[in-house]
């Protein structure tokens, strides 16, 4: 499904055409969890724009069913990956901290599943970052503050070991990590490296780019 620029008329039009396919589609057939996943996230993104609490009840029920009937890595990594997205986006708008904790669980199995040749590894494991910092902000654990620090750098040391372009965002949440860390440990050496990254992610993002005001 594309969402032409997110309009509702899009949204609509994209959940319309999943709910079809799901009436026709048998759950046998290959392709079911494939149509689960992507009618799940439609209904994730409509939530976003209509803050209806049920397209965000049933996209995760879509998502969390795709997740136990997937049964290649390819279904697996999809059905998880859109998971992650839709509990984003739930945790976004309502905060809940059951979601918090599936939503780290199921990006750590969408980047296991990520395969590592492919430009948007990074992104993933900085993915997994993201998600063990925002329950490190709610729960003061410190294990998962580390373990957000060490996929952040994993991040990043595969934006240089796979000769990848660098992506500014991956860069700016490796240096968000780090100043966290400092703030817990005192270490100079974070809030050094910490600037670095954050440097380097604005000096590859034009004053002209969407993702500049972001960073």
Do not use: M
């Not at 709910?19 to 048998?26: D, F, G, N, R, S």
């Not at 990006?107 to 590592?116: G, M, N, S, V």
């Not at 660098?166 to 050094?192: T, Y």
Request: with cysteine; hydrophobic share 40%; proline share 3%.
């Amino acid at each position: 499904f594309l969402y032409a620029d997110g309009r509702r008329g899009d949204l609509d039009q994209a959940v319309a055409y999943g709910e079809a396919a799901l009436k026709i589609v048998p759950s046998c057939n290959p392709k079911y969890v494939e149509v689960l996943s992507t009618l799940g996230l439609a209904l994730a993104e409509r939530y976003s724009a209509s803050n209806d609490e049920n397209d965000i009840d049933t996209s995760l029920a879509h998502l969390r069913a795709s997740t136990s009937l997937a049964r290649t890595s390819r279904d697996r990594y999809l059905s998880y990956r859109c998971l992650s997205d839709a509990l984003f986006v739930s945790i976004d708008h309502r905060g809940r901290v059951d979601d918090l904790k599936e939503w780290v669980a199921s990006t750590r199995i969408a980047a296991e599943l990520f395969p590592p040749d492919n430009s948007d590894f990074s992104v993933a494991l900085s993915g997994c970052g993201n998600s063990l910092l925002a329950q490190f902000q709610e729960s003061g654990r410190t294990e998962d503050l580390e373990d957000a620090v060490d996929y952040q750098r994993r991040a990043r040391d595969e934006l240089s070991h796979a000769k990848l372009p660098d992506h500014p965002v991956v860069l700016v949440s490796f240096s968000a990590a780090l100043q966290f860390h400092f703030e817990q440990s005192g270490r100079v050496e974070d809030i050094d490296e910490a600037i670095e990254a954050l440097e380097h992610g604005l000096g590859l993002c034009p004053a002209t780019s969407n993702n500049y005001a972001i960073l």
